[in-house]
């Protein structure tokens, strides 16, 4: 089992940045693909970035390619994600997951577990 715990969220106004991180505790992290979702209110849950198990792929969501980066440590069992020139579109409930798919997956449905979420409000 894996428990998965968002931190680094918090309000901030347009172009400025955020960095969250997902700790994650079990031994099986360094085998996990690791993702970044959102769902801001009355919409569904969407991909943002993904990063395979070792680190050497990782995908984006056209909205955020350029501006945000995901990365991961496995050694502290973290994932992070880079967010610059935010926009207030990027105002949502951020979530990580895992996923033990040999390719990243860009649904929700695959993965396994989630974290409780952390709040990103971009101002304009």
């Known amino acids: 089992q894996v428990q998965l715990v968002e931190s680094g969220g918090g309000l901030v106004q347009t172009g400025g940045s955020l960095r969250l991180s997902c700790a994650a505790s079990g031994r099986t992290f360094i085998s996990l693909n690791m993702g970044w979702f959102r769902q801001a209110p009355g919409k569904e849950r969407e991909f943002v970035a993904g990063?395979?198990?070792?680190?050497?792929?990782?995908k984006y969501a056209d909205s955020v390619t350029g501006r945000f980066t995901i990365s991961r440590d496995n050694a502290k069992n973290t994932v992070y994600l880079q967010m610059n020139s935010l926009k207030p579109e990027d105002t949502a409930v951020y979530y990580c997951?895992?996923?033990?798919?040999?390719?990243?997956?860009?649904?929700?449905?695959?993965?396994?577990?989630w974290g409780q979420g952390t709040q990103v409000t971009v101002s304009s």
């Open positions: 997951g895992s996923d033990r798919a040999g390719t990243i997956m860009v649904s929700p449905s695959p993965y396994d577990y």
């Open positions: 990063i395979t198990w070792n680190g050497r792929s990782t």
